[in-house]
C-alpha cells in the first residue's frame, strides 16, 4: 500500500496489509505500530537531489514536505527494527531505472553498505515470497543455495567496501545472471 500519513498507514495496517511503501509522513506511534505487526516498510530514499522529479508549485511544496520527512521516517524505521525492503517508484523512465544503483548508493546516509545490499537482496525476497502461489516465481527468493532463484551480478570490486561501484552498471557490473542465463558477461571475449 502506497501510504505517507500516519492516518493512511494505520487504516491499511487494519485493513490487513503487509507492506507499507514510503510512509515519509509518519509519526512515531504508527511507526512502532509498522514494527510490533511485523508490516513490511518499503522506505525509498527521497530526497532533493540529482534523481528526484522535481514537480513546480504547490505540488513542489508537497513534495519537500515529503522529503524532509525521509530522514525522520529512517530514524524511526531503525529505532523500532521494522522490516525494511528497498524499492522505487522508478517506472516507465528508462534515465530513472538506469539510476537504480544510484538509488541504492543514496541508502549510506541511513546504513551501511553491507545492510543496503542485504535490505535489496535477502530482505526483498522475503518480502515478495508473501505473494505465495500469486508470485510469478517459483522457488525461493533472497538466498544463494540449491533449488532457489538466485539471479545473481558479479561486481568488478567489493560493494561492501565501496557501494558506489553500483552507480555505474556498464563498467562495474562484468556479469549479470537471470534464472540460470547469463545475460552479460565482459569477462569473456568474443
Given at each position: 500500500?502506497?501510504?505517507?500519513t500516519?492516518?493512511?498507514?494505520?487504516?491499511?495496517?487494519?485493513?490487513?496489509?503487509?507492506?507499507?511503501?514510503?510512509?515519509q509522513?509518519?509519526?512515531?506511534?504508527?511507526?512502532k505500530m509498522?514494527?510490533?505487526?511485523?508490516?513490511?516498510?518499503?522506505?525509498?530514499?527521497?530526497?532533493d537531489?540529482?534523481?528526484?522529479?522535481?514537480?513546480?508549485?504547490?505540488?513542489?511544496?508537497?513534495?519537500?514536505?515529503?522529503?524532509?520527512?525521509?530522514?525522520?521516517?529512517?530514524?524511526?524505521?531503525k529505532?523500532?527494527?521494522?522490516?525494511?525492503a528497498?524499492?522505487?517508484d522508478?517506472?516507465?523512465d528508462?534515465?530513472?531505472?538506469?539510476r537504480q544503483g544510484?538509488?541504492?548508493?543514496?541508502?549510506?546516509r541511513?546504513?551501511?553498505?553491507?545492510?543496503i545490499?542485504?535490505?535489496a537482496?535477502?530482505?526483498?525476497?522475503?518480502l515478495?515470497?508473501?505473494?505465495g502461489?500469486r508470485?510469478?516465481?517459483?522457488?525461493?527468493?533472497?538466498?544463494?543455495?540449491?533449488?532457489a532463484?538466485?539471479?545473481?551480478?558479479?561486481?568488478?570490486?567489493?560493494?561492501?567496501?565501496?557501494?558506489?561501484?553500483?552507480?555505474?552498471?556498464?563498467?562495474?557490473?562484468?556479469?549479470?545472471?537471470?534464472?540460470?542465463v547469463?545475460?552479460?558477461?565482459?569477462?569473456?571475449?568474443?
Amino acid at each position: 500500500m502506497h501510504a505517507y500519513t500516519p492516518k493512511a498507514i494505520q487504516t491499511a495496517i487494519k485493513a490487513g496489509v503487509k507492506c507499507i511503501e514510503h510512509g515519509q509522513m509518519i509519526d512515531e506511534p504508527t511507526a512502532k505500530m509498522i514494527a510490533d505487526k511485523g508490516i513490511w516498510w518499503s522506505l525509498q530514499p527521497f530526497i532533493d537531489d540529482e534523481d528526484s522529479n522535481p514537480k513546480t508549485g504547490e505540488n513542489r511544496e508537497k513534495q519537500l514536505e515529503m522529503y524532509s520527512g525521509t530522514d525522520n521516517a529512517f530514524a524511526l524505521a531503525k529505532k523500532y527494527k521494522a522490516k525494511i525492503a528497498w524499492g522505487t517508484d522508478a517506472l516507465f523512465d528508462a534515465r530513472v531505472a538506469a539510476r537504480q544503483g544510484a538509488r541504492l548508493v543514496a541508502m549510506t546516509r541511513w546504513f551501511k553498505p553491507v545492510e543496503i545490499l542485504q535490505m535489496a537482496t535477502k530482505s526483498n525476497g522475503e518480502l515478495l515470497a508473501l505473494s505465495g502461489k500469486r508470485s510469478p516465481y517459483r522457488g525461493k527468493l533472497g538466498v544463494l543455495e540449491e533449488g532457489a532463484l538466485a539471479d545473481m551480478i558479479l561486481v568488478n570490486g567489493d560493494p561492501m567496501q565501496d557501494i558506489k561501484l553500483l552507480e555505474d552498471p556498464e563498467k562495474n557490473l562484468t556479469i549479470v545472471m537471470k534464472d540460470g542465463v547469463i545475460y552479460k558477461n565482459t569477462l569473456i571475449q568474443r
